[in-house]
């Protein structure tokens, strides 16, 4: 099988995770701005940050032939100090002309803070004067339908966002309609403990079809499995999806979107 990993955090991962991955059909990677498990104290730690992104986990991912993508932000979980979150946003054009770099994300709320939201809509703000794609986190821990809701408010107002360029990731089946309803793309996170398990994401397919989702593993420094989604294609198979399905599913959709930046190129495999 072929897949694409949408959404993972490599730079918390081993090389043995970029094996793996590529062993089960890994074709591409793609890693959005993440929260380091602590607080960075200056816009200098994004600095780096966002080099690492760019420069240095291209390169380690390239050893094993995986093509490496990235999203910039501060993530909502540093976005309470609104001075700080100017200066990473001020920071983020220089990196975004970079050549491996598809939009703004992963940008959302955590505890659908005031601040948040006020930086939530700088970033919004950047992604349509540079028209650029955008990676949405829902929160996990506080209320992630009243978050959705006030996400999707935010991106609504703006007259200049397409939802089609949007992708609302960490949907659950309390949240997953109410995205694909407005049109955006939603996003399975495949998560052993917390978010969605393989069946739970399964059944939503079944439910709400699979025009507009993609899975992903979200993999970071926590509990979290690289392989989720090749996982998750082996329980639509045990379900009785073919083969077309699958491919779709875990390969063609997150190409569709992702394509929609013209910097995101595929290498077909030549078997
Ligand atoms: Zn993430």
Redesign the pocket.
């Known amino acids: 099988m072929r897949y694409i990993e949408p959404?993972a955090?490599m730079v918390s991962r081993t090389t043995d995770d970029y094996q793996a991955m590529v062993v089960a059909g890994c074709a591409a990677v793609c890693e959005?701005a993440?929260w380091a498990g602590f607080d960075r104290s200056s816009a200098a730690g994004f600095y780096d940050y966002f080099c690492q992104l760019t420069e240095h986990e291209p390169r380690r991912a390239a050893k094993f032939g995986l093509p490496h993508y990235c999203w910039l932000c501060i993530n909502p979980k540093e976005a309470e100090d609104v001075k700080l979150a100017q200066d990473v946003v001020a920071l983020m054009p220089q990196f975004l002309e970079r050549s491996n770099v598809l939009g703004i994300g992963?940008i959302g709320l955590n505890k659908n803070s005031r601040n948040e939201l006020k930086v939530l809509e700088l970033h919004v703000d950047l992604a349509a004067r540079q028209n650029q794609l955008i990676l949405v986190?829902t929160p996990h821990l506080e209320d992630k339908l009243k978050g959705t809701r006030l996400i999707l408010d935010v991106l609504k107002a703006d007259g200049r966002i397409k939802p089609e360029r949007c992708l609302i990731d960490h949907v659950e089946e309390h949240t997953v309609k109410m995205v694909l309803d407005q049109g955006f793309w939603a996003g399975m996170t495949l998560y052993p403990e917390t978010k969605c398990t393989a069946a739970r994401a399964v059944d939503m397919i079944e439910r709400y079809g699979s025009e507009r989702l993609w899975m992903n593993s979200?993999c970071?420094w926590g509990v979290s499995v690289p392989l989720a989604v090749p996982y998750a294609a082996q329980e639509l198979r045990r379900r009785g999806h073919d083969a077309a399905t699958i491919d779709r599913l875990v390969y063609q959709n997150p190409k569709r979107f992702l394509s929609q930046c013209s910097k995101f190129k595929l290498i077909e495999p030549t078997v």
Do not use: I, K, L, V
Request: charged content about 25%; overall charge negative; hydrophobic content about 25%.
């Open positions: 959404h955090h959005p993440f992963e986190h979200a970071d």
